[in-house]
């Protein structure tokens, strides 16, 4: 399979420079405002996030899910393209930043990925599948996939690809799959699709 694009890195670092820590949010949203969208992501995520051991935030961010996880596990692995988390006030124990591929963790290492609107920005489906198999390469297979996504009402923008929950779930090919619509920005903005790691 083709390797993914770099291009990710220049968006996502120029919207750093630009918006700071809020660039984890949607356009014009405010520090505070990305902090409720994460209050409401982890209100849902908390009813169904199983407490274990290792967990990868993949595409973390500043770290906005950080403090929110942490008490569910023990080992906690932060990865992002951009080094954002490094001017943040919260330091992670196990952050990386990784430019290039693959993750830098070892196969069947962490007990669930969670990707929180990370994926929708991966425009080439060939990324797209990339690292989702790089997902799955270090999920055990006792582990679970937590997603995030959102809906863009059907709609493609520059720096989005919008993709069903079926299309996406059929792509992860997790086992016991289950979605849930999310109303975070406005009704139906988001679903949270989760399930076991399937790797046959
Ligand atoms: C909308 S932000 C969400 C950040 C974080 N998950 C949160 O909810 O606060 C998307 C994040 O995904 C990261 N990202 C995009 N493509 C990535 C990739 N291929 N690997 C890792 N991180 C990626 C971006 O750098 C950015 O930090």
Not at 78 to 93: A, K, N, Q, R, Y
Not at 114 to 136: A, L, N, S, Y
């Amino acid at each position: 399979m083709t390797e993914p694009h770099d291009g990710g890195f220049e968006y996502w670092n120029e919207r750093y420079e630009k918006e700071g820590a809020s660039y984890v949010g949607k356009n014009s949203m405010d520090e505070r405002l990305c902090e409720d969208q994460m209050n409401k992501f982890w209100g849902a995520l908390r009813e169904v996030f199983k407490d274990c051991d290792h967990v990868l935030d993949f595409g973390c961010g500043t770290g906005r899910l950080y403090p929110h996880v942490l008490p569910h596990v023990t080992d906690y692995t932060g990865c992002d393209i951009v080094d954002t988390v490094l001017d943040h006030p919260i330091s992670m124990p196990f952050y990386q930043i990784f430019k290039g591929k693959p993750l830098p963790l070892q196969d069947n290492s962490v007990d669930a990925v969670v990707g929180c609107t990370v994926f929708q920005h991966m425009i080439e489906i060939d990324d797209f599948r990339w690292w989702i198999k790089e997902c799955k390469r270090v999920t055990r297979d006792t582990g679970t996939i937590y997603l995030i996504e959102s809906l863009l009402n059907g709609q493609n923008f520059s720096d989005m690809q919008y993709r069903s929950y079926e299309e996406t779930a059929k792509e992860f090919h997790l086992g016991d799959c289950t979605v849930q619509d999310l109303n975070i920005d406005e009704p139906k903005s988001h679903y949270l699709l989760y399930g076991s790691n399937c790797k046959k």
